[in-house]
């Protein structure tokens, strides 16, 4: 097939980025939009705390199992199929999450939505990674591509005040439906097609494994405040847990083509990126689920005024995340991780040890401060996924960044709501959050603090050469497999 990159005009490749960023800003949006309305799907369910963090990982659950795959099937099958059929799937999953009449089909749904969504992001990043080849340009691309996420996060909790105030929590999934259908059609006519050169086969047992991981973990998290911590069935779990991630470390070197190619952690940026993904996404996680029961739970708060509060976090997301998509293309990735991490690490101790949301000033900073360190922390995450990595595995590069932040997302809600639920009192709900939610704050604030250190640890001038040396021994794996193939040996 002929590389469609080389016929693309600057306006043409301009295009490609706004319909990849159309697909990042529905399944950002969801997830900011969902969480204002919470509350309202408590009530009308009669729903617990453990089932509102379902009704949330079961989405970044499914999505975080099911990236890696989507990103290896797209640079096989074909980048833009998988994209065409990602959106079809979480525009019809919406609808279906709008008419779900009990709890469990509505977290049925949101399953059947990121099955959808994990075939938009990771490819969406592929291609755009094979659409802007130079590094600068390349840079800014991913720069516009995180400012998304600060719109859906400014426009989320605003659009879904409205909608819950005004219509009803149900309406909240109706704005995917023009959205997924517009960037359908505009990815039929524009997008153009393209595949990895040489794609890893499909790898079932590594997708059971890792499917088993994230699902048993993450059960045993949110549902051990309620059946104990210590019951037999949240021990079980566990163990599988534990078991399926020994699986993974054995079990996937041994494949030629692996799902998760454990090589790439040789790289220090890599790897420093992965477990930035988990912490940031995780403090990001746990914060919009610790804001929303506060604003409308505790202090009694509507929708609408909710989310106006937490507009100021919102809105420097939006502005940071393209200042620091140009730092990382003009200096490097060390400066935007520095200012993330010590952002957010201010804005976790603040609230943990100054009580910052008892007090309206001290809550605005609180949050303008999470805004900016989330802001800086994104771009950096992705350019230091994709740079280096040969250009072919790109879309399993990029899943893998997908993945950690979706993982992270998940954790931090599954262990912020575990040591919430296991402070706060059921007779006194509202009294005892701010005392409750303190462990909560501290466990931002040491993401936060992670976030720092690995920045400054992974973005040196060793960790650089461990990148080179890991690049280069992908590549010339990758040139011998091809040679064994042609040869047939």
């Known amino acids: 097939m002929p590389d469609a990159r080389q016929t693309l005009t600057h306006r043409r490749r301009m295009l490609v980025l706004a319909i990849c960023c159309m697909s990042l800003l529905i399944v950002s949006l969801d997830n900011t939009v969902l969480n204002v309305a919470l509350p309202s799907m408590a009530k ?3 729903a617990t705390l453990s089932g509102m963090q379902w009704t949330i990982d079961a989405y970044t659950l499914v999505l975080a199992a099911l990236l890696m795959l989507a990103g290896s099937t797209a640079d096989r099958i074909g980048r833009r199929k998988v994209f065409k059929i990602g959106l079809t799937v979480f525009t019809v999953a919406s609808v279906a999450c709008s008419l779900a009449p009990t709890l469990e ?3 049925a749904f949101r399953m059947l939505q990121a099955v959808g969504g994990s075939m938009l992001n990771p490819v969406a ?12 340009e390349r840079a800014r691309a991913i720069g516009v591509w995180g400012g998304v996420v600060g719109i859906s996060m400014a426009a989320g909790p605003l659009v879904g005040g409205l909608l819950v ?5 149900r309406s909240i999934f109706w704005i995917n439906l023009p959205v997924g259908l517009a960037a359908l059609l505009l990815t039929i006519r524009y997008v153009p097609e393209s595949r990895a050169p040489k794609a890893r086969r499909p790898d079932p047992v590594g997708q059971l494994l890792i499917i088993t991981l994230l699902g048993s973990l993450t059960y045993a998290i949110i ?3 309620d059946a104990g911590w210590t019951s037999v069935r949240i021990l079980l779990f566990a163990a599988l847990a534990a078991a399926s991630l020994i699986g993974i470390l054995l079990y996937e070197p041994r494949r030629e083509e692996p799902l998760i190619d454990l090589r790439f952690f040789h790289s220090a940026p890599f790897s420093g990126a992965t477990v930035i993904a988990v912490c940031g996404f995780a403090a990001l996680g746990g914060f919009l689920f610790l804001s929303t029961l506060y604003l409308q739970d505790v202090r009694g708060l509507d929708a609408l005024h909710a989310g106006l509060w937490m507009l100021p976090m919102a809105a420097m997301t939006l502005v940071c995340a393209p200042l620091s998509g140009r730092l990382v293309g003009s200096r490097g990735p060390r400066l935007p991780l520095l200012v993330a991490g010590v952002m957010m690490t201010a804005s976790g101790v603040l609230f943990a040890a100054f009580d910052a949301e008892t007090s309206n000033v001290t809550l605005f900073i609180g949050y303008v401060l999470f805004g900016i360190g989330f802001g800086f922390v994104n771009a950096p995450i992705t350019n230091t996924a994709v740079s280096g990595m040969p250009r072919a595995q790109a879309g399993v590069a990029a ?9 992270g997302q998940t954790l931090g809600v599954a262990v912020i709501g575990a040591v919430l639920a296991s402070g706060v009192a059921e007779s006194s709900y509202a009294k005892s959050f701010v005392e409750a939610s303190r462990s909560c704050w501290w466990i931002i604030a040491g993401c936060g603090l992670a976030v720092l250190l690995l920045g400054a640890l ?8 461990t990148a080179r040396r890991t690049a280069e021994r992908l590549e010339n794996a990758e040139d011998a497999a ?3 193939a042609a040869t047939g040996s």
């Open 105 to 107: 089909s509505l977290v």
């Open 458 to 465: 992974t973005s040196g001038h060793w960790a650089r050469e």
């Open 125 to 136: 990043m592929s291609i755009i990674t094979n659409t802007f080849t130079d590094p600068r």
């Open 165 to 169: 105030d005004s219509v009803g929590w």
């Open 223 to 225: 549902e051990a405040p």
């Open 44 to 46: 009308d369910f009669d």
């Open 482 to 484: 091809v040679t064994r």
């Open 399 to 407: 899943a893998v960044a997908s993945t950690s932040r979706q993982i």
